[in-house]
């Protein structure tokens, strides 16, 4: 699959230093190159903890049509990871993708994107996440095209399971293992350019100064987010910052 730009990808430890994600970033990558899309990402979920994260991105705007989702709570790779089962959207223009995700359609056209492509990243059955590739023009893949990026997918899932396996084997137990990535993963000395461990970090913060869940808080901060025309990102390292707090969300303020 050839090299992968290393200081990209996300590779989270395990036990004794074992990556789990290694190799997601190069079948990126491959995908991109086969199938003739401008840009593609990874984004997966940890088994047990349910945290939604960017694994890998091929440049920035594939970062942001992943951003976008996660901020609007909705669009075609959410589903594609929901359904397990692959959404083509090969017009951003056409009616049934503003139907279906008004929001994500006008701000995916809104930096340059007309058809996104969400293929399930699986294993043994059970979704574990979903490669996301992306055209800034209109129009279908090929059957050769798709094959090649399902193929990606495919292989995203057995290296994913793979490395998984060996993690477990580690580990006391999978329950052990699955919690010990967790906080990998909200570990500050782990997080990488990808990693959305500060936007639940401000959740976190603001579920306790507002007394409501972080479903809730995170909730809160994509609205904000969306309000502003800002990344929930950004949103976020001004709450762990204190230069926004639960009263600015509320009162829709922006210091």
């Known amino acids: 699959m050839g090299d992968e730009p290393a200081r990209h990808e996300a590779g989270v430890s395990g036990p004794r230093g074992r990556a789990v994600f290694t190799g997601v970033g190069a079948l990126c990558e491959t995908a991109v190159r086969m199938t003739g899309v401008d840009g593609a990402a990874a984004a997966l979920l940890t088994p047990r ?38 959404q083509l959207v090969d017009d951003l223009r056409q009616p049934e993708p503003s139907e279906r995700w008004p929001g994500f359609v006008e701000a995916a ?40 990026g399902l193929a990606c997918a495919a292989r995203a899932g057995e290296t994913v399971a793979a490395s998984w396996a060996e993690y477990v084997a580690r580990s006391t137990s999978p329950t052990v293992a699955a919690d010990a990535l967790a906080l ?29 869940s972080p479903e809730d808080a995170l909730d809160r901060l994509r609205a904000c987010a969306f309000r502003t025309g800002r990344s929930i990102g950004d949103v976020a390292f001004d709450v762990i910052g204190r230069r926004l707090t639960h009263h600015d969300l509320d009162d829709g303020r922006q210091q």
């Not at 942001?64 to 990871?81: H, K, M, N, S, V």
């Not at 129009?139 to 798709?146: A, K, W």
């Open 184 to 212: 990998d993963l909200t570990d500050p000395d782990t997080e990488t350019g990808f990693s959305r461990t500060h936007v639940f970090t401000a959740s976190g913060m603001l579920a306790v100064q507002m007394g409501v």
């Open 49 to 86: 903890s349910k945290l939604r994260d960017l694994v890998y991105a091929t440049d920035p705007l594939a970062q942001r049509i992943d951003e976008l989702q996660f901020t609007l709570g909705e669009g075609p790779c959410l589903d594609a990871y929901v359904q397990d089962r692959v």
């Open 109 to 148: 056209r809104g930096v340059g994107v007309e058809a996104v492509f969400a293929l399930p990243i699986v294993d043994a059955g059970h979704p574990l996440g979903v490669l996301e590739l992306y055209r800034a023009t209109a129009g279908p893949l090929s059957e050769i095209e798709l094959d090649a």
